[in-house]
Structure formats: structure tokens, C-alpha cells
């Protein structure tokens, strides 16, 4: 069993920043790429960010020059460094991980999501 558990949500004014975390836990043999992805009310669940096990990243151009993406591959761990955070950040955001269990055993992983709330 795997288990991704986010943290590091919360309400913050415009203009602000938060940091979220992301920790990949249980039978994992290796994780290839990790991501985060958002869902405004109303709204499809979107990519956020996105980081290959080498490091190679890519963003939503709706958050590039303010979001940043980055892992621990330690400690199974992915974050998102979000600054000059707008209200249309507002979400709930998921991690996504895609991991092996085994050396031929893979799968897609999510979180619980974290909400996050951008106040004007």
C-alpha cells in the first residue's frame, strides 16, 4: 500500500505565499515523476506542476515565475512553493505520484488534497 498525505494548505491574503508538502509513504520501490494538481469549485482538476525523478520540471503557464516545484528524493517528499499567490489560485490542490511497488508492479497515486484559500 502507498500513501501520499499533503500538508501545508491554508487561507492567505493576496499577494501572499504558502508551501506545500507532499509524502509519499509504504511499499515503495521507486518514484518516477511526482506533481501537483488543483481544482477550483466548478472547475476540471488541472496540472499545477510537474518534476521527473531527474528534476526536470514544467508548470501551468498560469503560475510560472510564481510557483516552484521541487522534491527530496530522500525523503519521498514533493513540495510547491507558491508566491504572490491571486485569488484564482483558490483550490483544493492533490498530489499525484507515479510510483513502483515493485520492480514491475506500478501505479498512480493521489492525495487527500489540501485546501488552499486566496483572499482579495
Known amino acids: 500500500q502507498v500513501q501520499l498525505v499533503e500538508s501545508g494548505g491554508g487561507l492567505v491574503q493576496a499577494g501572499g505565499s504558502l508551501r506545500l508538502s507532499c509524502a509519499a509513504s509504504g511499499s515503495i520501490f521507486i518514484i518516477n515523476a511526482m506533481g501537483w494538481y488543483r481544482q477550483a469549485p466548478g472547475k476540471q482538476r488541472e496540472l499545477v506542476a510537474h518534476i521527473t525523478s531527474g528534476g526536470t520540471t514544467n508548470y501551468a503557464d498560469s503560475v510560472k515565475g510564481r510557483f516552484t516545484i521541487s522534491r527530496d528524493n530522500a525523503k519521498n517528499t514533493v513540495y510547491l512553493q507558491m508566491n504572490t499567490l491571486k485569488p484564482e489560485d483558490t483550490a483544493v490542490y492533490y498530489c499525484?505520484?507515479?510510483?513502483?511497488?515493485?520492480?514491475?508492479?506500478?501505479?498512480?497515486?493521489w492525495g487527500q488534497g489540501t485546501q488552499v484559500t486566496v483572499s482579495s
Open positions: 499525484n505520484a507515479d510510483i513502483f511497488t515493485r520492480l514491475t508492479s506500478r501505479g498512480n497515486y
